[in-house]
């Protein structure tokens, strides 16, 4: 029964899948974000982890730091939500490769905050690309939604979700290298049938 | 400057003056502060969810606004709180992003805060203030001694409730 998937329970076999995923997805996002700025962007192997509620704010860098958190409802075979986290400076930077401008003195100018979802409805689609096209499954991504904020109120909403099955969130981070490093963090939120279809189409049913 | 007890997402936890007691950057969820103003107790809950009897995997009692007061509550009484003196005030409750398409997250901050204030009337516990809504983050302090909640957001002034 879907109902009693938890994520307490995935075992080391599904969390190699899932960080092969999250892998091939994050490699997707950096071709497309390369392609986008025109430069050459490198990144770091991802890392996927499985996180208590209370210690993900500190792992991404504290509670209290402000981030950029665009956020996408998922139609088609695959139902859900994905979420892209990006630290603020970090999307200034961006944004401002994109645009060829120097930043605005503080928080972000109505043009930057559109130049950001652009970018991030680019990574975010590249990302589930990559996992449409290994499973065979049809993802759609809605509009993007963006908000700034510390980070553990972008993250509440995630987490809510999580919440709603288990005590756990699962992470990726992403270190995305052009000059600088950025660090990118994907979550991805099946609903929890899309979640065993996801797999099933892996060869691994649960 | 006292020490201040930290309590994390999903999780809920008591202190006695001069200390107080913080959570940092509420989003959807609410932060409920309860304190015994003759004993100087008191405590804070981050509560994630609403409604623990709609979820099947329930076991995390700090994760439920229903639970986590009730649990709040008895930590309070044990630590030398009555339940006649106990008096409230929650925080959070936002709604982060426009759309929230899972029928358990639609409006799931507002939710938060309605089942909270149920619970608070359920137990006579009076809500002395709030400050709930909007879509932007709250770190909060709260303070068992003078029963301050010191409300920190992004951009935007501190305000204390």
Redesign the interface.
Known sequence: MA??I?FEKVTTEYYDVLKELGNIGAGNATTALAQMLQTKVDMKVPQVRLLD?????VVMGG??Q?VV?I?L?VEGDIT??IMFILEQNAGKSLVSKLMGMPPSES?FSEIEISAMKEIGNIITGAYLNSLAQMTNLKMIP?VP?L???????????P???F?????QILLIQTVFTDDVDLNGYFILMP?LDSYSKMLGALGMPI | MANIVKV????LNVCKSPEGITT??????VGICIRDPVAKVGGLAHA??PDSRQ???NS?RA?FADTGIEDLVKKILAMGGRKGRLEAKIAGG?Q???????S??VR?GERNVEASKRKLRELGIPLKAQDTGL?????IVFYPETGDLVIR???KPEKTI
């Not at chain 1, 919440?163 to 005590?167: H, K, L, M, N």
């Open positions: 109902e009693n938890s509620f209370k210690d993900v704010g509670e209290e402000l958190g956020y409802a859900g939500s928080g809605s939604d908000n700034i904020d510390m980070l553990n109120a972008i993250l509440s909403v987490a809510i979700e919440g709603i099955i288990g005590d609903d | 994390g997402m999903a999780d940092l950057g509420l989003g959807s969820c994630m969810l979820i099947e995997n995390n994760k936002a982060m992003f426009a759309f929230q398409n899972k358990d997250m799931v879509n932007y983050g709250r770190t957001s992004a951009g």
